[in-house]
C-alpha cells in the first residue's frame, strides 16, 4: 500500500472514483512464450504462454495516482482528486501535510511530465501546489487589512472579522464549536450511507478537510457552506438525522440552509 492515497478494497472501481484501486498483492510483471497461431487472421496463439507476477510496491500506487490525474474528466476538475486524497492523508497521518505537497512534487509531477497529453493536467498541478505551498506558509500568520493584524481561524476563540463601509472592524462569533462539528460529521456520514459512492466521496472529501482544518485551528466557514450546497443537491429530505437533531438549528446558518 503506499500511505499518501485512499485505496479502496475493491480493484475493480469506476473511472470517477477518487479512490485508487487496490492493485492486490501482486501484479503482472511480464507474460512470455505463445505466438501467432494458424488461423486465418493470424490472431490465434498457442497455449504455452507464461504469466510472470511480480510483488506489489508502493511506486505503483504514485503510477496509478499519476495516471489517474492525467486521465481525470473533466480535466478542470482534477483539483478534487488532489484535494480528496490530500485530505485523507492529512486527516490519517501524524506527519506535515507539506510531506504530502513535496510527495506531490518531487514524485507525482516528474511521473506526469512522462505521460503523453499530459501538458494541461500538469500545468493544473502547478497552480495547486502553488496555491496550497502559500498557504502553508501563511499559516496563521495574521492577515493585514488597513494596517490591523486579524488572526483567523482560532478554534478556541472563534472570531470572524468583518470590514463594514466605515473600515472599521466587526466581530461576529461563529455560532458553533468543534464538538457541534463532530456530532453533524457523525450524523451526515449516517445519512449518505444510501446515496451512490461519488456522492459520499464528495461528502468525504468536504468533511476530511474540514477536519484537518479544524485540528489546525482554521476557519472552515467554505467548508461547511461546501457541505450545504452538497445537501441541497441531494435533497434534504435524505438527511433524516441531520434535520431531526437539535444541533441542525444551531449548524444551519454555517450550512447556508
Not at 481525470?72 to 501524524?94: A, I, M, Q, R
Not at 507525482?108 to 500538469?122: D, G, M
Not at 449518505?192 to 461528502?203: G, L, P, W, Y
Request: charged content about 25%; aromatic content about 8%.
Amino acid at each position: 500500500m503506499n500511505p499518501f492515497y485512499d485505496i479502496s478494497v475493491d480493484e475493480n472501481l469506476p473511472d470517477d472514483s477518487l479512490k485508487l484501486k487496490n492493485l492486490g498483492l501482486e501484479r503482472i510483471f511480464a507474460i512470455t512464450g505463445g505466438g501467432r497461431g494458424s488461423d486465418f487472421w493470424g490472431t490465434g496463439r498457442t497455449s504455452n504462454r507464461t504469466t510472470h507476477y511480480t510483488k506489489t510496491v508502493p511506486e505503483d500506487y504514485d503510477n496509478l495516482f499519476a495516471h489517474k490525474i492525467r486521465d481525470w474528466k473533466p480535466v478542470y476538475e482534477l483539483n478534487k482528486v488532489l484535494e480528496y486524497h490530500f485530505g485523507h492523508y492529512c486527516n490519517t497521518s501524524v506527519l506535515q501535510s507539506e510531506n504530502f505537497l513535496k510527495h506531490i512534487r518531487y514524485i507525482i509531477l516528474p511521473r506526469l511530465k512522462k505521460l503523453n497529453r499530459s501538458e494541461v493536467q500538469v500545468d493544473l498541478v502547478e497552480q495547486w501546489l502553488k496555491t496550497k505551498e502559500n498557504n502553508d506558509e501563511k499559516g496563521k500568520v495574521g492577515q493585514v487589512v488597513n494596517n490591523n493584524t486579524i488572526q483567523m481561524g482560532d478554534i478556541h476563540a472563534p472570531i470572524q472579522f468583518q470590514q463594514n463601509s466605515n473600515n472599521s472592524i466587526q466581530n461576529q462569533s461563529n455560532h458553533y464549536h468543534k464538538d457541534d462539528i463532530q456530532k453533524v460529521f457523525e450524523l451526515l456520514s449516517k445519512d449518505i450511507q444510501n446515496v451512490n459512492e461519488k456522492i459520499r466521496e464528495d461528502f468525504a472529501m468536504e468533511m476530511d478537510y474540514a477536519v484537518m482544518q479544524l485540528n489546525r485551528g482554521k476557519d472552515i466557514k467554505q467548508q461547511l457552506l461546501n457541505l450545504g450546497t452538497l445537501m441541497r443537491d441531494v435533497g434534504l429530505g435524505v438527511f433524516t438525522n441531520v434535520v431531526a437533531s437539535p444541533i441542525c438549528e444551531v449548524i444551519k446558518p454555517s450550512l447556508g440552509l
